[in-house]
């Protein structure tokens, strides 16, 4: 079992930065695959950036790329995402996820572990 917890969420203005914590409570973790998602008020999960067990692969969503940096330090098992250049369209519930994959994974089918989310709110 992963126990996910993300944190570093709030409301900024628009042009603004977070950092996007996820801290993973298991002794594997260098073996997880990691994912950022997130969810907007009547919108589906999307998913935002992954990285793979390594840290050495990244993938991120098309409307996301240049703005958006995952990065994770197997050591304090933790998963990082930084976001720049925040708009009002980045408003959102942002959830992590792990799965057992070296590669990264795009598909939020294909994991296995949900963080209960943390709230994005940018305004304009």
Known sequence: QVQLVESGGG????GGSLRLSCAASV????????????????????FVAGIN?????TDYADSVKGRFTIS????KNTVYLQIY????EDTAVYFCAATLSRTVVVDPNEYDYWGQGTQVTVSS
């Open 85 to 88: 250049s925040l708009k009002p």
């Open 53 to 57: 067990w390594t840290g050495g692969n």
């Open 11 to 14: 409301l900024v203005q628009a």
């Open 27 to 46: 002794r594997t973790f260098s073996r997880y695959a990691m994912g950022w998602f997130r969810q907007a008020p009547g919108k589906e999960r999307e």
């Open 72 to 75: 994770r330090d197997n050591a």
